[in-house]
C-alpha cells in the first residue's frame, strides 16, 4: 500500500448528523458507536497552534474530537491503534524499567497504554506543543485521562517533541511519535523535520542502544521507510485496522530498532 498524497482520517468524527464529515468518514459513522444523526455538533473549544493553525474539540452526545480543518486528528470512540502504538512497543523492548518519550499528547490513550504496559519504575515524558490540549485532558476530557497525568511516572513537557529530541542522546528506551497523521508535517510544516533523514538520525542518537523509535500512521509511506533504513534502524512496519470491525481501511506503524535490537525485535502481529 503506497501513499498516494492524499491524507486518511484518522478515524471519525463525532458527525453524528452528517455535519461537518468528508465522504470517506460517512462509512465509519453509519458503522461506528455514537452515530445518532439526530445529536448536533458542539464545539467545545478551540486552540491555537503555536506558528500559527487552529483545533478544534467537538462533542457530539458523549464522543469527542479534535480536528484540524475538515480532518480529524483524534476521537474518542475509535483508538486501538493509539493504543497498540505503546502496547506493541513494550513487547518488543522486553524490559519494563524503562525512560520512555511520547510526541503528542492527544485524547491520553498512548499514555494510557504505556502506564499499563511498563512497570511503576518506568519514566514516561510526553512531549506537547499545544497549551490547550494539556487543558482540555484536566477539564473537557478528563473522564478520558483519569488519574493518568497525575501518575508520578508522568511528565508532561509543554514542547515540541523534535526540540526534546535534538537535546538528548543516548536517553531514551522508545520515542512514540503520534504527532500527525503519518510522516509529514501536516499539522505544522516545520513538523517535516521530525521524518526527514536528518531528524531521524537525531532520534536515533537519543535513544539508548537497542532503543526502539514507533512511528503511527494513517497510511503508508513507501519512501519514509527507506529513510528509517537509511538513517541506521532495522524496520518492521505492521498494519491495524482503522477503526473496529474495519477491513478495508488501516492504519500502520513503523518500529524501528536502534543498532543492538536488530536480532532480537520478533515480528509481532497485532
Given at each position: 500500500?503506497?501513499?498516494?498524497?492524499?491524507?486518511?482520517?484518522?478515524?471519525?468524527?463525532?458527525?453524528?448528523?452528517?455535519?461537518?464529515?468528508?465522504?470517506?468518514?460517512?462509512?465509519?459513522?453509519?458503522?461506528?458507536?455514537g452515530s445518532d444523526k439526530s445529536l448536533p455538533i458542539i464545539t467545545v473549544d478551540i486552540a491555537d497552534i503555536p506558528g500559527g493553525g487552529q483545533l478544534h474539540l467537538l462533542q457530539c452526545g458523549t464522543e469527542f474530537s479534535i480536528q484540524f480543518g475538515d480532518d480529524e486528528l483524534m476521537g474518542s470512540r475509535d483508538h486501538e491503534s493509539e493504543k497498540a502504538l505503546a502496547r506493541l512497543t513494550q513487547e518488543r523492548l522486553a524490559q519494563r524499567d524503562v525512560d520512555i518519550l511520547i510526541g503528542g499528547l492527544g485524547m491520553g490513550f498512548t499514555l494510557g497504554a504505556?502506564?499499563?504496559?511498563?512497570?511503576?519504575?518506568?519514566?514516561?515524558?510526553?512531549?506537547?506543543?499545544?497549551?490547550?490540549?494539556?487543558?482540555?485532558?484536566?477539564?473537557?476530557?478528563?473522564?478520558?485521562?483519569?488519574?493518568?497525568?497525575?501518575?508520578?511516572?508522568?511528565?508532561?513537557?509543554?514542547?515540541?517533541?523534535?526540540?526534546?529530541?535534538?537535546?538528548?542522546?543516548d536517553r531514551f528506551d522508545a520515542i512514540l511519535l503520534d504527532v500527525d497523521n503519518g510522516p509529514d508535517g501536516f499539522i505544522?510544516?516545520?513538523?517535516?523535520?521530525?521524518?526527514?533523514?536528518?531528524?531521524?538520525?537525531?532520534?536515533?542518537?537519543?535513544?539508548?542502544?537497542?532503543?526502539?523509535?514507533?512511528?503511527?500512521?494513517?497510511?503508508?509511506?513507501?519512501?519514509?521507510?527507506?529513510?528509517?533504513?537509511?538513517?541506521?534502524?532495522?524496520?518492521?512496519?505492521?498494519?491495524?485496522?482503522a477503526f473496529s470491525g474495519s477491513a478495508e481501511r488501516w492504519h500502520n506503524i513503523w518500529f524501528a530498532a536502534k543498532a543492538g535490537a536488530c536480532q532480537s525485535v520478533p515480528a509481532l502481529q497485532a
Open positions: 500500500m503506497n501513499y498516494s498524497g492524499t491524507r486518511i482520517a484518522r478515524s471519525s468524527p463525532p458527525a453524528c448528523n452528517g455535519r461537518g464529515a468528508s465522504p470517506e468518514r460517512k462509512g465509519v459513522q453509519e458503522n461506528g458507536a504505556a502506564l499499563d504496559a511498563w512497570s511503576q519504575s518506568a519514566t514516561i515524558t510526553v512531549a506537547e506543543l499545544v497549551p490547550k490540549i494539556i487543558s482540555w485532558a484536566n477539564g473537557p476530557l478528563m473522564h478520558l485521562f483519569g488519574t493518568n497525568l497525575t501518575d508520578p511516572r508522568v511528565r508532561i513537557q509543554l514542547a515540541d517533541v523534535f526540540d526534546v529530541i535534538t537535546h538528548e542522546k505544522r510544516k516545520s513538523n517535516d523535520r521530525l521524518y526527514s533523514t536528518d531528524g531521524l538520525e537525531m532520534a536515533y542518537a537519543a535513544l539508548k542502544p537497542g532503543g526502539l523509535l514507533s512511528i503511527w500512521s494513517a497510511y503508508s509511506d513507501d519512501a519514509f521507510a527507506e529513510r528509517l533504513e537509511q538513517a541506521g534502524f532495522c524496520l518492521d512496519e505492521i498494519l491495524l485496522p
